[in-house]
């Protein structure tokens, strides 16, 4: 008789879900799902709102990524003021956005993946934690609370407080900075520059054992989809989006972000209320992409700053095609992180980044406005329109880890098929199913606008839709 | 009259007190230090105790009075803190909490804003009523302002600067109760009032994020209602 095993909650992401292993008669998986459970609904709550209020709303979508919101809202509503901002407002949106992307790398690799990469896959699950790890590897532990601290100081420092700042503001920021406050910064960058450093280089030398992961851990052709500027290396904060094939072929070079909506096309499943993203010349699913730290190491012509440049040459000559696995999501992040920080010490090197002039003011000028920026997960869409007295009519939110929404379940089919057989499966088989969902740090609670503490189930069903075995942790 | 004959002396929390005759209770303990909270009442404008939060006992009297519009009297006995009187006011800042739609995180007065401020002070952990989650209007016409009656309390402050300081009366109230609204003539959109002068002292004045400048959307949207008295001794001074 078939089976269905379902792992509820799967741990270690940020959001609640579950996955169901569909087996048949002989205890194969026959398909697998990946199911977010829960709606928020902010796309709705907004209408009737003021835009100038959106970006402080929509940051409280995430906790995580709060600043990612504020910055793809504030842009959207520059939009709607149809208004150029002053260029030091644009950079300083930039270092906060930088800051951000390294605080959540440092999140996704050292707090949720590193258990699994330095405890191993198959550890107990009470030891699969941060706080083990600071027991068995101390120096790589206070590396990643040093990082994370590092980013969060850094938004503290720049914005007021660490988590929901409202300093990013339609047309601008609301404050220029100060030079203590530069200078405050620019001291912390050496430190953080080393840790990231000392991280990638354990990391190339332990990247060896994963060889069984890294071939099953969504290994496989799609197209990836970020941020580049108009000399074609990777951007986080305004630019073009360039889409590649699996061959690393350029099948869009320079999309306008604010035209999204002709590109992508976003489908439902009935599973999940997560929604997925497409890339519309290629239908769905056949128009399935990637987007985050690996699509954008792997479509940008290089990150633009010595150390990362010297690490993503080696990271993209271990294939000569784009790197399919999302195994390789992990050391893309630490590259990304590398970059981000020298990139945050250019910015603020600066002798323009405290320019006073840091906010355009305007009333309504457009009834539509569209914000693109990368946030460290993906490519992050806010778009609005507005009534003539700028109060919200409809909003649309895209968020980074939807676009990787039919890759993560197409990831989960390939790891499950290869690790479980039967519905006698070991614990550590099925952390390898949910450690193919961390390689891509889903926000589950971004992507459906959802919250909660983020556990995840596994369930493997019988045909008839009966459960056979539920993992549940959380 | 006797200026000695124009003095009453009387005791706020057993402390001995002179004052006018003209003054309330609410200005007596005030000119002696001692703590009243307040919502409607503002220096510079008439008073209408609508907000209840001044509630105090006075001995004698049967029912908690408010101590914005309750005169001095010749040996009035009054009592401003009491476990009764810290339960009514609490009472009184959870129903404005529930009455409307008051999310402080997202709220353009966050952390400048009178009602929250209250809330702190008076120790309000929780509501215990049920929320009312009214669909109430925004009003954005205004190019300069916008009125959001989500987050407004009914104090009328802005009515009363309005017609008292301004002389514009563009601001009245209409409805009954809980469904009372602040309207902007005769509830034409506040872009297209005839009466309003954009002259932004309603905004200044309201103790919430009720009326806001355009664009202030952010933690610098402090309001400055202490031009009030100060614009009225002016404008006296000038009349004399």
């Not at chain 1, 999204?260 to 519309?280: D, H, L, S």
């Not at chain 2, 003209?22 to 105790?49: F, K, M, Q, W």
Request: glycine share 8%; proline share 5%.
């Amino acid at each position: 008789m078939s089976r269905t095993i379902v792992i509820d909650p799967v741990t270690r992401l940020e959001g609640h879900g579950k996955i169901t292993l569909q087996l048949d008669d002989a205890g194969v998986v026959q398909d697998a799902m990946f199911h977010v459970t829960q709606l928020r609904g902010f796309e709705k709550f907004c209408e009737g709102r003021p835009f100038y209020e959106m970006p402080n709303i929509t940051a409280r979508v995430c906790g995580i990524c709060p600043v990612s919101h504020l910055i793809a809202s504030s842009k959207a509503c520059d939009g709607i003021l149809a208004v150029k901002i002053p260029p030091v407002a644009a950079n300083l949106r930039r270092v906060l956005n930088l800051a951000q992307l390294i605080q959540s790398h440092a999140l996704s690799f050292f707090y949720l993946s590193s258990p699994d990469l330095l405890l191993g896959m198959d550890a107990a699950p009470e030891e699969r934690n941060i706080l083990h790890l600071a027991h068995a590897h101390p120096s790589i532990a206070a590396d990643g609370v040093a990082l994370r601290q590092f980013g969060q100081r850094v938004i503290e420092v720049m914005a007021g407080q660490r988590i929901h700042p409202g300093w990013t503001v339609p047309g601008g920021v609301n404050e220029a900075l100060s030079q203590e406050k530069r200078d405050q910064i620019l001291v912390m960058i050496p430190a953080a520059v080393a840790a990231i450093q000392r991280t990638l280089e354990w990391f190339r030398t332990a990247v060896d054992k994963f060889s069984a992961e890294i071939e099953v851990f969504a290994n496989f052709p799609t197209l990836f989809m970020g941020m580049i500027d108009d000399r074609g290396l990777a951007e986080y904060y305004d630019g073009y989006l360039r889409v590649i094939d699996s061959e690393g072929n350029i099948i869009a070079g320079e999309l306008e972000p604010a035209r999204y909506a002709e590109y992508i096309g976003e489908a439902t499943e009935p599973f999940t209320y997560m929604k997925f993203p497409y890339y519309r010349p290629l239908g769905y699913p056949g128009g399935t992409y990637r987007v985050g730290p690996l699509a954008r190491l792997n479509l940008a012509g290089r990150c633009d700053t010595p150390l990362a440049d010297e690490e993503w040459r080696r990271f993209r000559a271990m294939s000569p095609r784009p790197l399919l696995s999302s195994f390789h999501y992990h050391q893309a992040r630490l590259i990304e992180m590398l970059h981000a920080a020298e990139k945050i010490e250019r910015l603020l090197s600066d002798k323009g980044i405290l320019d006073k002039h840091v906010r355009a003011t305007a009333s309504v000028n457009s009834l539509e406005g569209v914000g693109v920026a990368e946030a460290p997960r993906g490519t992050l869409i806010h778009h609005y329109k507005v009534d003539e007295n700028g109060l919200i009519v409809w909003a649309n939110l895209v968020i980074a880890t939807g676009h990787n929404n039919a890759a993560m379940n197409r990831g989960i089919l390939q790891a499950a098929r290869h690790y479980v057989h039967g519905d006698a499966v070991k614990e550590g088989m099925l952390n390898r199913v949910e450690a193919v969902v961390r390689t891509f740090d889903p926000c589950l609670s971004c992507s459906t606008h959802a919250m909660g503490q983020m556990p995840l189930t596994i369930e493997l069903r019988a045909p008839d839709g009966s459960l056979v075995r539920e993992v549940r942790r959380g | 009259m006797s200026a000695e004959a124009n003095i009453r002396t009387l005791t706020i929390d057993e402390v001995d007190i002179s004052a006018r005759a003209d003054e309330t209770i609410l200005e007596a303990a005030r000119e002696h230090n001692i703590d009243i909270p307040t919502l409607c009442h503002l220096e510079g404008l008439s008073e209408v105790g609508a907000c209840r939060l001044c509630l105090v006992e006075v001995k004698g009297a049967r029912r908690l009075l408010p101590a914005c519009v309750t005169r001095v009297e010749e040996g009035m006995e009054v009592t401003t803190h009491s476990a009764k009187i810290d339960r009514y006011r609490q009472m009184v800042l959870e129903l404005f909490f529930a009455e409307r739609n008051h999310v402080c995180s997202v709220c353009v007065a966050n952390g400048h804003c009178e009602l929250q401020s209250l809330a702190l002070r008076l120790g309000m952990t929780h509501v215990e009523l049920p929320y009312q989650y009214p669909q109430l209007p925004v009003d954005a016409s205004h190019p300069r302002f916008t009125v959001d009656h989500n987050r407004c309390v009914l104090c009328t402050r802005c009515v009363r600067v309005c017609g008292e300081v301004e002389g514009a009366n563009t601001w009245g109230v209409m409805g009954r109760g809980a469904q009372s609204l602040v309207i902007t003539d005769l509830k034409e959109p506040w872009g297209e009032s005839e009466t309003c002068t954009s002259c932004g002292k309603c905004v200044q004045v309201c103790p919430t994020g009720a009326l806001f400048e355009k664009n202030r959307a952010g933690t610098k949207t402090a309001k400055h209602p202490e031009f009030l008295p100060y614009l009225r001794i002016m404008r006296e001074g000038e009349q004399r």
